[in-house]
């Protein structure tokens, strides 16, 4: 029903950016907040940011300065800005989103299949 679509991910050296790109798409109502997520080969998935509705955020303490999350609500689509990569923030990184759908008035989670970020030099 709400189908998720992340871009941007990609191989930059030490020090470069990168622009993650995730745009939600269905039978959504509303949404409520939308995050990003990342896993990193033989680690658990951890937060890496999350914006609520309201555009409150939060983010994980190794990205805090570097990374900045957005949304742009007319068009469904969130942002995470990373600046300053190292190569401990190479992952898989994962759109998430809790929507209300048309369908169902009540909040469900979805999430995107993933885009792999490496830092390397």
Same mark, same amino acid.
């Given at each position: 029903?709400?189908?998720? =679509? ?5 191989l930059v050296q030490p020090g470069g950016?990168?622009?993650l790109s995730c745009a939600a798409s269905? /039978?959504?109502?509303?949404? $409520? ?14 937060? =890496? ?8 955020? /939060? $983010? ?8 900045? @999350?957005?949304?742009? /609500?007319?068009? /469904?689509?969130? $942002? ?12 898989? $990184?994962?759109?998430?989103?809790? =929507? @209300? ?7 469900t989670d979805y999430w995107g299949r993933?885009?792999? =970020?490496?830092?390397?030099?």
């Amino acid at each position: 029903q709400v189908q998720l =679509v992340e871009s941007g991910g990609g191989l930059v050296q030490p020090g470069g950016s990168l622009r993650l790109s995730c745009a939600a798409s269905g /039978n959504i109502f509303s949404i $409520y907040s939308m995050g990003w997520y990342r896993q990193a080969p033989g680690k658990q998935r951890e937060l =890496v940011a999350r914006i609520i509705s309201g555009g409150s955020t /939060n $983010y994980a303490d190794s990205v805090k300065g570097r990374f900045t @999350i957005s949304k742009d /609500n007319g068009k /469904n689509t969130m $942002y995470l800005q990373m600046n300053s990569l190292k190569p401990e923030d190479t992952a898989v $990184y994962y759109c998430t989103t809790t =929507v @209300i759908t048309r369908a169902s008035m009540s909040p469900t989670d979805y999430w995107g299949r993933g885009t792999q =970020v490496t830092i390397s030099s």
